[in-house]
């Protein structure tokens, strides 16, 4: 064999090589990504406390929703559609990590079920902000109708002020609108002992301003 067929020949064992690499890469990828569509699927791994909210999500109407994720799936919103953030390819990517990174500890037995944390909470908020504010009619407002999230008015101030590039908080949306706990739907799913009013608070004393301590 001459030196270049074998030169030849180790370029095509390297570029079938890279193929196979990309393929094992890409093609799990595409089947989690289909895959996860469906909630029982997000379920056969998340085993608790998810199981209980996608217990919950099978009620038969908003007005019977126990808490937002729950009146969420009523509009036909899936748990991926919350959780993978605004759909871009940042966002994706790291949405897929993290599936990959829990897959991982799932079948190494080091997975806890109880857990609860969210490791990446941007993916949350890029997942509101692309219903509620980038496509106000996936959110539910109709074509032409006022997008009440954005408004700029006193009595819708904080939202306001998330459009404040000046503006730097900790307090999210889902700091208020709290997906699964159990709430009210015509207090938006909101807490406002435990959840808004410490929210406020918090905001008050990172922007240094407003009542710091003791909202009634």
């Excluded at 095509?12 to 890279?18: F, I, M, N, T, Y």
């Excluded at 503006?167 to 709430?183: D, G, K, M, N």
Aim: charged share 25%; proline share 5%.
């Amino acid at each position: 064999m001459t030196n270049d067929s074998k030169q030849v020949r180790r370029s095509r064992l390297w570029g079938a090589s890279v193929l196979l690499i990309v393929a094992l890469a890409v093609l799990p990828a595409g089947y989690v990504s289909v895959a996860e569509e469906r909630d029982v699927f997000c379920t056969a791994c998340h085993l608790k406390p998810e199981q209980t909210y996608y217990e919950r999500s099978l009620v038969q109407t908003r007005k019977d929703a126990p808490d937002l994720a729950t009146a969420h799936a009523q509009a036909r919103v899936n748990c991926v559609g919350c959780h993978r953030g605004d759909q871009g390819g940042r966002d994706r990517t790291v949405a897929l990590a993290l599936g990959a990174r829990n897959t991982a500890k799932f079948v190494s037995g080091q997975y806890d079920p109880n857990h609860t944390q969210v490791v990446v909470p941007s993916l949350l908020e890029d997942s509101c902000w692309r219903c509620h504010v980038a496509h106000p009619t996936l959110g539910g407002v109709e074509p032409g109708r006022a997008n009440r999230v954005t408004i700029q008015d006193f009595d819708n101030h904080f939202h306001s002020l998330l459009f404040d590039p000046k503006i730097r908080t900790s307090v999210t949306c889902t700091t208020c609108h709290l997906a699964h706990r159990e709430a009210f739907p015509e207090f938006q799913f909101m807490d406002r002992n435990r959840a808004v009013l410490p929210a406020c608070e918090r905001c008050h004393q990172e922007l240094e301003r407003g009542p710091a301590k003791g909202l009634q």
